[in-house]
């Protein structure tokens, strides 16, 4: 398997000072939302979202938007964007774009948490070529999922036309052992993407994050020192924003690929 990796932009303006003390106090949502640099993330889809509509305009004069049009078989490559998992035909049932197959992804996306895995998913996704799978499937981390077997995960899929390639992201499939074994065997010659991130900013971020949800869950906050030390001071890697992977498990089955920055 290759594995590329892309570098998402490091944010040295965030305040690294916080200690332990602070972080208490501070509102852990807005402490998640800074380190995830929400005014970025916003204008960059705002771009993005204005750039596809226009996009849409030019080109929707003669594809899909005609359903009829497009179920007579004479759908584009952007088609499988608007209807990853067939056309609606109004009685609660779908209909395959003619042409179209549901396949195993050859990309995948393999973390880390909060790296960007999101965006650079949907960047991939505005080339017609690539399609991508709009959840996260989560079959190579989660042993309950792989052993439904690759028949269930490609019936995940999104349909694409031969000559597409589906991407699929799950973060977690970098921290997880069985992971690399699991992707290996399904395609040897899969590739994987890694987009990485400042591991300080991205820890507090992951940790932000953790800490908003358990929030939304009414759970009682945590300090950073208590998920991220052992009583006796030693780092926990278990705590589930510390995880890596070890390299040894991934280094089987890869060889060399370029970086991106
Ligand atoms: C398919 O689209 C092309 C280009 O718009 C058009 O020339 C052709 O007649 C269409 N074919 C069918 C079967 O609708
Ligand atoms: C919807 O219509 C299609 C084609 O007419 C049919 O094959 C399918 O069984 C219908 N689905 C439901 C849920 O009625
Ligand atoms: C495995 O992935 C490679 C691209 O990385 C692709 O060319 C090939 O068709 C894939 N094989 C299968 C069986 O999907
Ligand atoms: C702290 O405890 C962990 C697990 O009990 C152990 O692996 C580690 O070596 C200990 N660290 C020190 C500094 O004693």
């Not at 959840?135 to 792989?146: G, I, K, N, S």
Request: charged share 20%.
């Amino acid at each position: 398997m290759k594995m590329a990796i892309a570098f998402k932009d490091v944010d040295l303006n965030f305040n690294l000072t916080i200690n332990q003390t602070k972080l208490h106090r501070v509102s852990y949502k807005r402490l998640f939302y800074r380190t995830f640099d929400k005014k970025r993330f916003v204008y960059s889809f705002s771009f993005l979202a204005i750039f596809l509509f226009m996009f849409q305009i030019l080109i929707d004069g003669n594809s899909c938007s005609n359903v009829s049009t497009c179920l007579s078989g004479n759908c584009s490559f952007e088609d499988t964007h608007k209807y990853p998992y067939g056309i609606p035909i109004g009685n609660g049932s779908r209909l395959p774009i003619p042409g179209t197959n549901q396949r195993l992804p050859e990309v995948l996306i393999i973390g880390v948490r909060k790296g960007g895995t999101r965006a650079l998913l949907e960047m991939l996704n505005l080339h017609p070529d690539i399609q991508k799978v709009p959840m996260e499937v989560h079959f190579f981390d989660r042993t309950d999922r792989h052993a439904l077997g690759l028949e269930w995960y490609r019936h995940q899929m999104p349909f694409t036309f031969e000559g597409q390639l589906t991407v699929e992201k799950s973060p977690s499939y970098f921290i997880t052992p069985e992971a690399p074994k699991r992707v290996y065997k399904m395609n040897s010659s899969a590739k994987l993407l890694l987009i990485v991130r400042d591991p300080v900013v991205r820890l507090l971020s992951d940790f932000a994050q953790i800490e908003a949800t358990r929030s939304e869950w009414k759970k009682k906050p945590r300090s950073f020192e208590d998920v991220a030390l052992l009583s006796n001071g030693s780092v926990n890697f278990q705590y589930k924003a510390i995880q890596h992977p070890s390299l040894g498990k991934l280094a089987p089955y890869l060889c060399l690929a370029p970086i991106y920055t």
